[in-house]
């Protein structure tokens, strides 16, 4: 239970740890290590270098571009908690924070970590999905891309990161109106969630429906999302009965796994009353913030 | 081998490291500091947890390399001048441990909470806690413990130990 031998790096800035990962095909990046660790310890993973990222201080950064927010991808998961920039422009961010893991984990693992590790039953990527997040990715080869949520988680633990790529930093855009949710069930406190449902809506003055979008955690491959669903409530009248619906339509949509921990017919029923909880507290918080 | 500085409980460490080497293995073989415990090694019970930086972390899930600089608290630096700290003394009065193993992390995990959360309810003791597994005392005494020792610590007794 001890991690196998490995050469190590501590690059000083973003080309240090690009060219440090370019040079050879069995680098693996170190953020937190929060999931990395556990899987040397465990020798599942037997990385030939270790490129430590934890003294990069471009990649520790918050930054305000107006219509978005620019987080590092070091940034902590204590710091996406606690930091009152990122609780304005995104509160799920906060209140996801508060499901995941435990104190000491928050107090290492990272947003990068955690997106890049591509956990289908984390957090995290479900916010990606659903707030249309965009990952900035660098090599030293092939310049810099952004990558859509949608494009960015391929399957179980899997990413379009190449070997020699970096995520930098994610964009979120800000979420200005409306109201937003996370729920998730765990059977002990810190556990990966059996089902995550996340959602955001804003209401029109008359009640209905102006926009809505909702992503599950959990119950795929990859965090699940419905644009189709979504826009077939948009101008409904928002009501406990049209999220019922939602979470049902939702609930048949999806097609969760059998595994140890859950049946396939556990996470679906989860996922319907998880999300109709998500949507039915969304609207609500939509309803008093535009009568205030 | 890598050379790193350490400060813990006080005290400043240079220390040559493998990178391989996990910050729990360098605390308690190269620096004879054996209160931390290895459980699971996998980030899993929560017994290796030290204050890193004033943040509890796992440190069976970082490398030593890593911690390079960092202020560290570890069992060993909660007792001041052969005063037990509040916390311990509560586990101690509450029956809070039988073979021990697991106290370790739940002081330290205890410690870092009551600093950020002075008056707690039990359901936010039963949360904090909840990364901490215990094997033989249950966790009814564990929860009394950090309770009273939440009620010593508003009292005002001397309780600092983070550097920070």
Not at chain 1, 48 to 71: F, H, M, S, Y
Not at chain 1, 73 to 86: K, N, S
Not at chain 1, 163 to 192: C, M, N, Y
Not at chain 1, 264 to 283: I, K, M
Request: with cysteine; glycine share 8%.
């Amino acid at each position: 239970m001890k991690p196998p031998a490995f050469e190590y790096v501590c690059p000083a800035s973003i080309a240090e740890a690009l060219e440090a990962l370019a040079a050879r095909d069995d680098a693996k990046v170190l953020a937190g290590g929060q999931s990395l660790i556990p899987m040397m310890n465990m020798r599942l993973a037997r990385p030939g270098l270790l490129v430590d990222i934890n003294r990069v201080p471009e990649l520790a950064a918050i930054q305000d571009e107006g219509d978005t927010l620019q987080i590092g991808a070091l940034v902590r998961h204590y710091q996406l908690e606690t930091d009152a920039r990122i609780k304005e422009a995104f509160p799920l961010i906060p209140a996801a924070e508060r499901l995941i893991g435990h104190p000491a984990i928050r107090s290492r693992g990272t947003i990068g970590g955690s997106l890049s590790h591509a956990d289908p039953a984390a957090e995290l990527p479900v916010l990606a999905m659903l707030g249309d997040w965009e990952m900035t990715v660098a090599s030293r080869d092939g310049g810099v891309r952004r990558i859509p949520a949608a494009e960015f988680f391929m399957s179980y633990l899997m990413t379009t990161l190449g070997p020699d790529e970096l995520l930098t930093h994610v964009t979120v855009p800000k979420q200005r109106t409306g109201g937003s949710h996370i729920a998730e069930f765990a059977v002990r406190s810190g556990d990966f969630a059996l089902a995550i449902a996340a959602a955001m809506v804003e209401l029109a003055d008359d009640g209905s429906v102006r926009s809505v979008r909702f992503a599950l955690g959990g119950v795929s491959d990859v965090p699940w999302r419905d644009l189709d669903l979504e826009s077939s409530l948009v101008g409904a009248m928002s009501s406990d009965a049209l999220w019922r619906e939602a979470g049902r339509q939702a609930a048949e949509a999806i097609d969760p796994a059998d595994d140890i921990h859950a049946s396939s017919s556990h996470r679906r029923q989860l996922a319907e009353t998880l999300l109709t909880e998500s949507l039915s507290r969304a609207a609500e918080q939509a309803r008093e913030r535009s009568s205030h | 081998m890598p050379n790193i500085t350490l400060t813990v409980n006080g005290t400043q460490h240079h220390l040559d490291v493998e990178p391989r080497w996990l910050l729990a293995d360098v605390l308690r073989e190269q620096l004879n500091l054996t209160g931390t415990h290895l459980g699971c090694e996998q980030g899993v019970c929560g017994a290796c947890t030290i204050l890193l930086n004033g943040r509890p972390a796992r440190s069976c899930l970082t490398l030593a390399v890593t911690a390079d600089g960092a202020d560290i608290v570890t069992v060993e630096g909660l007792a001041k001048d052969g005063e037990l700290h509040p916390v311990q003394e509560a586990f101690w009065q509450e029956h809070a441990l039988q073979c021990g193993f697991c106290t370790p992390g739940f002081l330290m995990t205890s410690v870092h909470f009551l600093n950020e959360n002075p008056n707690p309810t039990r359901p936010e003791i039963r949360e904090a806690l909840s990364g901490n597994l215990c094997r033989c005392t249950g966790y009814q005494h564990i929860v009394n413990a950090v309770e009273r020792a939440a009620e010593t610590m508003r009292k005002g007794a001397n309780h600092a130990i983070s550097q920070d």
